[in-house]
């Protein structure tokens, strides 16, 4: 229990300190490539958040084994999509 408890603090703080360091380069990159805030937040930041979904996707569909691992991949494309 004890050991639980002190892994999920420590990944807390891992987290916090990752997205201060995201942030931080979001912003270091808007500035070097002389891009507006609004722009930065609304491109850079989301294309940045969306990554990993994006990434394990692409990864379970391409280098999937069967047909399970592929339908996980392609199940994960159709339910991160909005559908309106």
Do not use: Q, R
């Amino acid at each position: 229990m004890a050991l639980t408890l002190f892994a999920l603090i420590i990944s807390a703080i891992m987290i916090y300190l990752s997205c201060e360091l995201f942030v931080n380069a979001i912003e270091w990159v808007g500035l070097k490539f002389n891009i507006s805030k609004n722009a930065v937040g609304t491109i850079l930041a989301a294309f940045g958040t969306a990554l990993p979904e994006s990434v394990v996707t692409f990864i379970a569909v391409v280098f999937g084994a069967n047909a399970n691992e592929k339908d996980i991949g392609v199940g994960a494309a159709l339910g991160g999509g909005h559908w309106y």
